[in-house]
Each structure stands twice: as structure tokens, then as C-alpha cells.
């Protein structure tokens, strides 16, 4: 009878301290998305999460192992929510146009800016270089998947991944810029989808050379 007492006891405080870490990680986002890496500081993280610096402490011991954790969670949250909210269309809506919408969205959002925030931050900051490179590579993978599984035609044409590389940096540039008070970000994604609609169009008007570099 002991042993299951002690055993009940020990899955509620797991539970506990699991929510607590998700708390700081939460707040840590927040924070990188509304202050940046720089000027964030782990008074900053205490504050949002309305909780104490011990609790920081014993969960994160330095800023680097709470971005680090953070980061991570980040990729994890991006992956499952992009193919969950494609997933979620109806089959009629799931359009190379839509999927853009759906991309973009995780650019547009506090946690896309976070993670951009980051990617910056690492040019400067070379404790966040080893946990962002693979971190990019693998958010690039899980996006390229669900776009082989919904579009498996276009993913086979042989620019298909330089494709999506380009919007990648497109669109962590209008969220750059965005920040900065361009307006014209509506426009460009705009003009973007309408190259995608016509891309069986486009494809053949392409340089022998950029098709055979791509397929190599």
C-alpha cells in the first residue's frame, strides 16, 4: 500500500513540473517574439510566466538551456500544427494556394517571429548556431512531407525543392520586413500563388540548366 501511495503521488507531481516547464517555454517565446534574443533576459521570462526565479533555475539553470528547450519546442509545435491544419481542409481546399496561406501563417504568427528571432540571434550569438542549423534543415524535411503527400505531381517536377527552399527565404523575408512596416507583403504572396497556379505554365519556360542542376 505504500509503494502505490508513493506512486499516485509521484504522476501528479511529474505532471506538475511538466506543466511549469511548458510555462517558461511559453513564456520565453513571448518574449523572444516581442523583445528579441538581446535585450530578452530571464527576469523577462520570470515575469510572463508569473513565476519565480528558482522555478526558472531548477528547470533552465542558464538563458541558453531555456532558448535551447524553447527552440526545440518550437519546432515541434510547427511540425505537428502544419500538417494537423492542411490535414484539416476539406479535400476540394487543399490547393498548392491554400497550403502557401497555411505556410505563411506559421511566419506571421508570434512563434514563427520567435523563431526568426533566433535565427537572427545565432549570427552573433554562436551558442544558438548548433541547436538552429539542424533545426532549419528538419522544419524544411517536415514541410517538403506533407507537401510530397498532398501534391506528390508537383513534388516530383525537378525543381520542386529549390522551389520551396526559395519560399522559405521569401517568406522569412517578409517577416522581416513586415517588422519594419512594409505593407506589400499581402502583394507579393499574392503574386506567388498566382505563379504556383500557372507553375505547369511556367516549368517549360525554365533554362535546361536550372532543371538538370536541380535534378542532379
Not at 505504500?2 to 516547464?21: K, N, S
Not at 519546442?73 to 494537423?84: N, T, V, W
Not at 476540394?92 to 523563431?115: C, E, H, K, N, Q
Not at 512596416?181 to 500563388?193: A, P
Amino acid at each position: 500500500m505504500i509503494w502505490g501511495h508513493h506512486a499516485l503521488m509521484a504522476v501528479p507531481q511529474a505532471e506538475r513540473a511538466e506543466r511549469m516547464r511548458e510555462r517558461l517555454l511559453d513564456a520565453t517565446i513571448e518574449c523572444l517574439a516581442t523583445t528579441g534574443y538581446g535585450l530578452m533576459s530571464t527576469n523577462d521570462v520570470v515575469r510572463t510566466a508569473g513565476v519565480s526565479r528558482g522555478a526558472l533555475a531548477h528547470h533552465f539553470p542558464t538563458k541558453t538551456d531555456l532558448v535551447t528547450a524553447a527552440a526545440i519546442r518550437l519546432l515541434a509545435q510547427r511540425e505537428a500544427d502544419f500538417r494537423a491544419r492542411f490535414s484539416a481542409l476539406a479535400p476540394a481546399d487543399r490547393t498548392p494556394a491554400v497550403a502557401l496561406d497555411v505556410l505563411w501563417s506559421f511566419y506571421a504568427d508570434p512563434s514563427g517571429i520567435a523563431l526568426l528571432e533566433l535565427t537572427v540571434a545565432a549570427r552573433s550569438h554562436p551558442e544558438l548556431k548548433d541547436v538552429l542549423a539542424p533545426m532549419t534543415k528538419q522544419i524544411e524535411a517536415s514541410t517538403a512531407d506533407v507537401f510530397g503527400e498532398y501534391f506528390p505531381d508537383l513534388a516530383r517536377l525537378p525543381i520542386a525543392e529549390p522551389a520551396l527552399r526559395a519560399i522559405y527565404a521569401l517568406f522569412a523575408g517578409l517577416t522581416v520586413t513586415s517588422m519594419g512596416g512594409d505593407s506589400h507583403g499581402d502583394e507579393v504572396r499574392e503574386f506567388l500563388k498566382t505563379l504556383v497556379a500557372f507553375s505547369d505554365l511556367l516549368i517549360p519556360l525554365l533554362p535546361d540548366q536550372l532543371l538538370a542542376g536541380s535534378s542532379a
